[in-house]
């Protein structure tokens, strides 16, 4: 069937654009805010973390640790990580914030484009034909594969500097043929999501919304690394990323909502249709309970730092953890009422 007559969109052009490609102007955001209006550092991180990105990891339990059906249904998955991460993140903040940020930075970085390769996949679903495996397999690599490049050289030449911690990769990674392996590697890959967008551009195939996802993506991944200040800089993608995320949770709870898959009354109740602002409004709320665990922990003996990433980092890697389960589902989004 031709695209003109096919509905390519998630849910329609202007909520796809608006939400999910052309957000992506979220991401110089957190720069301006440092390089032009001098907001330091630990502002800015507070500001992302309050407004987007706690609230988009705590949306992600209104679809997992907050129903029912699913902790039934993910049990063995669930639970030994819900308890082992956690655990670990806080030996890790009290032990090596070193080790804790170098897990962290590379869990987050797969989770985002993680999210983008999902996203991908919805897109690839309104197809009336699969693609072949070869052309996903593509997409994956490409996407995975951008953030590294210039990332690599920093990590080597110990440059990759997140506030006053340096993230050190194993030994046997600090060696120059990594770099120009990763760099290789993105670049032939490159190449030949081009060639393909091209030939499918000529043939009449070529998804648009998809297009223009990886696209900005990989001009974003391949170029981020070069800012100096690396915190900031990732604030940004990370902006972006929970922007998506939460924009992307509440349609997929409206979805589950009119196919009567939600067993909670009260996720339910903010997942209706024409209610994103209560859907935004109770995960910000949660937000400032974490908010005041982590005042709690600071009173107690922890050291700020400690106090931050023991409730912050918590919750995204058990959010990350779970989310590698709900990117596999591309039918949360597809599947009719």
């Known amino acids: 069937m031709p695209f003109e007559k096919q509905n390519i969109w998630i849910n329609n052009k202007r909520w796809d654009l608006t939400f999910l490609i052309l957000s992506a102007a979220l991401v110089p955001i957190p720069l301006i805010l440092g390089g032009y209006f001098g907001l330091t550092r630990t502002t800015i991180n507070i500001l992302v973390s309050l407004l987007v990105g706690a609230p988009h990891v705590y949306s992600t339990f209104t679809r997992t640790l907050m129903d029912k059906n699913f902790t039934k249904k993910h049990a063995l998955f669930l639970f030994p990580m819900v308890i082992i991460l956690p655990v670990g993140v806080v030996y890790l903040a009290l032990t090596s914030l070193t080790i804790l940020l170098t897990v962290f930075f590379f869990w987050a970085s797969v989770h985002v484009l993680h999210q983008i390769a999902y996203i991908v996949d919805v897109y690839d679903g309104k197809r009336s034909q699969p693609i072949p495996v070869w052309s996903k397999a593509l997409d994956y690599l490409v996407l995975f594969s951008s953030l590294y490049p210039v990332a690599s050289w920093k990590l080597i030449s110990g440059q990759f500097n997140i506030g006053k911690i340096t993230l050190v990769l194993p030994p046997f990674l600090r060696q120059e043929w990594v770099a120009i392996l990763a760099n290789v590697g993105f670049f032939v890959l490159l190449g030949l999501f081009i ?76 997942s209706r249709k024409g209610k994103p602002s209560t859907f935004y409004a109770f995960n910000f709320g949660i937000t400032v309970l974490a908010v005041i665990l982590i005042l709690i922990l600071r009173k107690s003996g922890f050291t700020a ?22 990117f596999t589902d591309p039918q949360a989004v597809l599947k009719k009422a």
């Open 195 to 270: 060639i393909r967008s091209v030939w499918e551009w000529r043939n009449g195939t070529l998804l648009l919304p998809k297009f223009l996802l990886m696209s900005i993506t990989l001009f974003i991944s391949y170029n981020l690394p070069h800012f100096n200040d690396l915190d900031v800089a990732f604030q940004g993608f990370n902006t972006w990323h929970s922007f998506q995320y939460l924009a992307l949770t509440w349609y997929i709870n409206r979805l589950r909502a009119q196919r009567g898959e939600i067993a909670s009354r009260l996720i339910m109740a903010i």
């Open 305 to 326: 730092e400690q106090s931050y990433y023991s409730v912050a980092l918590s919750s995204l890697l058990v959010h990350y953890y779970i989310d590698h389960l709900l």
